[in-house]
């Protein structure tokens, strides 16, 4: 009785394995099942041509001695006559060698496609033409190459998306238990308080590193998954029990769009549907278990014991090792894909179906009317999302996080500029009682105002683990550069506004500015032995707190304004040289020709230095001997005759706000209408 009893506990064991592989008893959680409805996506009659030449710009085709006019550039048919329907509970994966267009197709479905056109054809998102924002609201796009801060452990990374993007009416609780389903879920468990990393920060492994961007999509429960080669890079069992989750996830009533250049057997068994596409041709468009019987119907059976994955893919992968193969190839992938769209031009979906079994197709699980009640309420709820100003507290923290928790980088930085100080320091150290001379102390008060942004430059440059001796403001782009990516990717996600991230980062890096800018200027003032009275120290300090503060503004916009970091960096070095050379130091503000003094106006070198030589001679006394008599002179009639007395202190301070809220503004600007790109977006 009892062995009776057990076997039948056991079969029925293994049968809910079977059946509830796909909904266990936590999936009815609020992650699991999406109660948002069935979602269709639909692919009609989609060309799409790519310029193979479009992506050189026009001063680079100039190199290879052509005129931007007479280069043209070669059009290629990167998809053609690509159709295609998906529901809900589906799962369907493209297939195919690299470069036969996978990522093109999921870029044009999200709306992220560029340097290609859309000859013809309509993507349809639950019948409505896919736009930016239609997408931004219903599709999870995870990308090829992942973007995250690396210094946030996996669990902080998903409690701030959690925070980002589920609707106000979760609980703190509610979003706890949606970050502890996904990360049980991704079987990110023993990673979880570990860093995230990146190339140069060591943290979790790269395939680890996959599942968290999988994860942070995951997280706001979206009705369509869409992922870019999810499986690259990861061991076959790692991406086996991937493809079982996205599997569940789509049995949970979601859509689940994916690419895979050559999946294994038993990853391929798990494909409701898949298309095989070969030169941007649909070859096949079906059930993954029809694919074998349908290629046998064209005369080519998959060979025993052979994945057919591999095979096929084999099959119509294009060999271009030399121009007889193929030509080969392209005729027989050709003939493929006319056979393919001959035989399914008579269904209403696109997809083959063997005779027998066309009447028995599976239906896409309607929503019940329950559940479409709770469409309305959801979907309602869900456009409550976090407002800007709390955007910006998420933001902020997260900013503060990932940069203090940073410990090793920031003490490098900060004793950088504690070095940088001392040197110059000592070098005007020991003049004692005598004072220094009136022409050491306007040099030294230059620098001063030069050489901060250079330690500030050095900072970066620690930060971003480049070197590059002497390149003046490229820790500031580097910071910008690597960050931008991200940001691109999480822009375009809808994760927060502009606004609220230009405010975050603005504001989360003040407390460094200022430490760093007393690490630099407090050690320097008293080492040379400027003017000791405490409201000059202060006085001087704000002013060199503004001009660092003017550098980092404009090494921020430029970041943002130029595309690459190379051009970002030459930017940046030509401004602030500029800005350095119209200080009125190198040259007298009344020698400059006109452009050159425009120019000085807006120099922050030039208000900086003004302010900083008023501040220090006003009321000291100099002895200046002229022939035999020595008399005792006004520091300020110094400043005078060098022309840097034209206009009251207060004045310095007022343009030096002025340039930075200029800059401020600019970057702002540049944030909000320059698409920030990632570099390596293909
Ligand atoms: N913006 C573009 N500019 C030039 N060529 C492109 C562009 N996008 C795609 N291509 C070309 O289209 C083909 C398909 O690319 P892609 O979709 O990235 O392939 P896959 O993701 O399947 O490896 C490739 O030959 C690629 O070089
Ligand atoms: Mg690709």
Redo the contacts with the bound molecule.
């Keep these: 009785m009892d062995t009776d009893d057990g076997l039948i506990r056991t079969s029925s064991l293994m049968q809910r394995q079977d059946t509830e592989l796909f909904s266990t008893e936590e999936d009815s959680s609020l992650y699991f099942t999406y109660s948002g409805g069935c979602n269709q996506l639909e692919v009609n009659d989609l060309n799409y041509e790519?310029?193979?030449?479009?992506?050189i710009p026009w001063y680079e085709r100039l190199s290879e001695f052509k005129l931007p006019w007479a280069m043209n550039g070669n059009k290629?048919k990167?998809?053609s006559n690509l159709s295609l329907r998906v529901r809900s509970g589906q799962m369907l994966a493209?297939i195919?060698?690299?470069?036969?267009?996978?990522?093109?197709?999921?870029?044009i479905i999200t709306c992220r496609?560029?340097?290609?056109e859309m000859t013809s054809g309509e993507v349809l998102i639950n019948g409505r033409p896919n736009t930016p924002q239609l997408v931004k609201k219903s599709i999870a796009h995870v990308r090829?190459d992942d973007r995250l801060l690396p210094h946030l452990t996996v669990r902080e990374t998903l409690a701030f998306v959690a925070k980002l993007r589920l609707p106000t009416h979760f609980t703190q609780a509610q979003r706890d238990q949606r970050v502890d389903n996904v990360i049980a879920e991704l079987r990110l468990r023993q990673c979880a308080h570990t860093r995230v990393g990146n190339d140069y920060v060591r943290g979790v492994s790269g395939g680890e590193r996959r599942r968290v961007s999988i994860a942070v999509q995951l997280l706001w429960n979206p009705g369509i998954l869409i992922l870019?080669?999810p499986t690259s890079g990861l061991d076959s069992f790692t991406a086996h029990n991937l493809v079982i989750t996205l599997s569940r996830l789509a049995r949970g009533n979601r859509l689940i769009l994916l690419?895979v250049?050559q999946p294994r057997s038993d990853i391929f068994q798990l494909f409701d549907l898949v298309v095989l596409?070969s030169s941007?041709s649909a070859v096949y468009c079906g059930a993954a278990r029809d694919m074998v019987s349908y290629f046998t119907s064209l005369g080519y059976p998959c060979p025993r014991y052979c994945n057919p994955s591999d095979f096929y893919v084999d099959l119509i992968s294009i060999d271009r090792r030399s121009r007889d193969r193929e030509a080969e190839c392209l005729e027989r992938a050709s003939v493929l894909a006319n056979r393919f769209l001959e035989s399914v031009q008579h269904t209403e979906d696109h997809v083959w179906k063997p005779t027998e079994r066309s009447a028995e197709q599976s239906e896409c699980p309607g929503p019940s009317d329950a559940a479409d009640s709770e469409v309305v309420t959801i979907s309602r709820q869900q456009d409550r999302l976090p407002g800007k100003l709390k955007q910006f507290t998420i933001l902020i923290r997260r900013h503060m996080y990932n940069d203090y928790r940073d410990l090793v980088t920031l003490l490098v930085h900060g004793f950088e500029a504690l070095l940088m100080s001392l040197l110059v320091g000592f070098l005007y150290f020991g003049a004692g009682e005598q004072r220094l001379s009136i022409q050491d102390t306007v040099a030294l008060l230059y620098m001063i105002g030069a050489l901060t942004p250079f330690a500030v430059v050095l900072d970066v440059i620690a930060k971003c683990k480049v070197i590059f001796p002497g390149l003046t403001s490229c820790v500031l782009f580097c910071a910008g550069h690597s960050e931008r990516a991200m940001l691109y990717h999480e822009l375009e996600d809808g994760m927060y506004s502009v606004t609220s991230y230009f405010f975050a980062k603005v504001l989360g890096e003040l407390p460094e500015h200022c430490v760093f800018t007393l690490v630099y200027s407090l050690p320097i003032y008293w080492l040379a032995g400027l003017n000791e009275a405490p409201d000059r120290f202060l006085l001087n300090f704000l002013l060199a707190w503004l001009m660092v503060y003017c550098s980092r503004a404009m090494a921020l916009f430029v970041a943002a304004a130029l595309p690459t970091l190379q051009i970002s960096a030459f930017m940046g070095n030509a401004l602030f040289t500029v800005f350095y050379l119209t200080g009125g130091f190198v040259i007298n503000i009344e020698n400059m020709w006109l452009v050159a003094s425009w120019i000085s106006y807006v120099s922050f070198m030039r208000w900086g230095f003004e302010g900083m030589l008023q501040v220090q001679f006003r009321g000291n006394k100099y002895p200046v001997t002229i022939s035999n008599i020595t008399i005792n002179v006004d520091g300020i009639h110094v400043v005078e005759a060098m022309n840097m007395n034209q206009y009251p202190l207060y004045s310095c301070y007022l343009v030096l706000l002025g340039v930075c809220l200029g800059f401020m503004v600019l970057y702002y600007i540049s944030l909000k209408f320059i698409k920030q790109k990632s570099s390596q977006d293909?």
């Design positions: 790519v310029d193979t030449a479009a992506h290629q990167a998809i493209i195919g060698s690299s470069g036969c267009g996978k990522t093109s197709l999921l870029d496609d560029e340097g290609g090829q870019d080669e690419s250049h596409l941007g293909w």
